[in-house]
């Protein structure tokens, strides 16, 4: 996990801990305490919560930033193997599972009902809870966190709560508080899966997670497949939450679909997640080349991305299955948690590609000391031929890498000199197939100039 030297924060005590974030909003707040931290290594040294330096980020108590690559996990509090599960998310490069607390997904295959209370969904009883499965609940938080990971915690997926019912559910959201915010792997409180209808009473769960939260936790609630994020002024809601339930074939193209989708969720000023993409099959999402462009397509955006597959779903006990493309996770992992990726946000003019057949999604930081930039062709298989990519960029000089994303192996690299940001150089573009990826560096900086007009 990488830290900015001037981001780094000496490691506190756990009080002291809680004294260094009360200022930051939904963080733990004077006067307010929590059960002793269970911490793990990094990077869930302890809890992340939203960056007020970097909003669109999330950093916990060390300064570390969290790149969040997301799966689909739902029933893995109640699989047969959880080790074999967060060991073939953390070989993928994965750092955070998405699972229900209450639910039964895909029942009719798996038979696992994750059920919190006392009795059974048929004849519940609201007054006590099923102590012996929030015990293995707690025992697999551990488990994951030893692995390296998160979890992306969804209170509620198949039982829909209305407003009527807050108080029979409230012991519930205490309980969850209780028994699950020490653990620093928990990334964040999740009110419900893709249902929207009864948004008085997720507001009042939502608000009383942000409320009573020690340690400030991001809290969120998903809808369906949508091109923007749900609820983004909500008061409770601290990501921007987006699910593209879609395919590879031609009626998602990457550019008009999953790249305007990304844009449109990174305009909010808080972390952009989409935190359920389309799986194989049931969703038509086959290619992996296609796969792999749309994830990368999202991370370049600025956002983070969710592996959503068989795998996590009817298929979380199956060893042996890999969805089509997850080989190509563990590089975009590993990419972006190599650099300061919480410094970039979306430019339109440090790397322009006047290239039909070619789709540009550029990112980088203020003064642009780095500059990241995917390419890709629209279709998987397809060739791009060498083109001049025309380049604005401070005066100094710089090197220009070329990257295959498949596995992170150089294909070469210029150095570029910027007499100003006024002056748009040109750099060539190798030919490729499928796609690119372009790292600019700085080597060198000089004096800083405004455009012509501008003085």
């Not at 074939?249 to 999953?258: E, G």
């Amino acid at each position: 996990m990488n830290q900015s030297p001037d981001s780094r924060l000496s490691r506190r005590s756990f009080a002291r801990g809680l004294a260094a974030v009360a200022a930051a909003p939904g963080a733990a707040r004077a006067g307010q305490s929590g059960p002793p931290l269970v911490a793990f290594p990094a990077p869930w040294t302890s809890p992340f919560r939203v960056d007020a330096a970097y909003p669109h980020h999330l950093v916990n108590q060390e300064g570390e930033r969290l790149f969040i690559l997301n799966k689909t996990a739902w029933a893995y509090f109640g699989c047969k193997d959880p080790r074999g599960v967060v060991e073939r998310a953390r070989e993928q490069g994965i750092t955070v599972i998405r699972v229900v607390l209450e639910g039964t997904p895909y029942y009719d295959q798996l038979g696992i009902d994750c059920w919190p209370w006392a009795g059974t969904r048929a004849e519940p009883d609201w007054s006590r809870f099923n102590e012996e499965y929030w015990d293995r609940v707690e025992e697999r938080i551990r488990i994951a966190g030893e692995a390296g990971i998160g979890f992306d915690l969804c209170l509620y997926f198949s039982l829909r709560p209305e407003a009527g019912e807050i108080a029979r559910h409230r012991p519930y959201w205490e309980q969850t508080l209780k028994r699950l915010a020490r653990y620093a792997n928990v990334l964040a409180w999740e009110m419900a899966n893709e249902y929207t209808r009864n948004a008085a009473f997720q507001d009042a769960a939502g608000a009383y997670f942000k409320r009573n939260d020690p340690w400030g936790r991001p809290v969120c609630s998903s809808d369906g497949t949508t091109d923007d994020a749900l609820w983004p002024h909500k008061p409770w809601m601290d990501l921007a939450i987006v699910h593209t339930c879609t395919s590879s074939t031609p009626s998602h193209p990457l550019k008009d679909w999953y790249q305007s989708v990304a844009r449109n969720v990174r305009s909010y000023g808080k972390p952009a997640f989409n935190n359920e993409s389309g799986r194989e099959q049931r969703h038509h999402n086959d290619d992996p080349v296609h796969r792999r462009k749309q994830g990368w397509i999202w991370c370049a955006s600025g956002g983070f991305w969710t592996w959503h597959s068989w795998e996590g779903c009817e298929g979380i006990d199956d060893a042996g299955y890999r969805g089509p493309g997850a080989e190509y996770l563990r590089p975009m992992s590993d990419f972006f948690r190599s650099i300061a990726f919480w410094r970039l946000n979306p430019n339109y003019t440090v790397f322009a590609v006047d290239n039909p057949a070619v789709i540009g999604t550029s990112a980088a930081d203020a003064v642009r000391e780095l500059a990241v930039i995917y390419l890709c062709t629209p279709e998987s298989g397809a060739k791009a031929a060498p083109f001049k990519a025309r380049i604005r960029l401070p005066a100094g000089a710089y090197r220009v890498e070329f990257i295959d994303p498949v596995d992170l192996s150089g294909v070469g690299s210029v150095e570029f000199e910027s007499r100003n940001l006024g002056t748009i150089g040109q750099v060539g573009v190798p030919a490729f197939t499928d796609d690119l990826l372009v790292k600019i560096v700085n080597l060198r900086a000089a004096e800083r100039s405004p455009l012509p007009g501008t003085r």
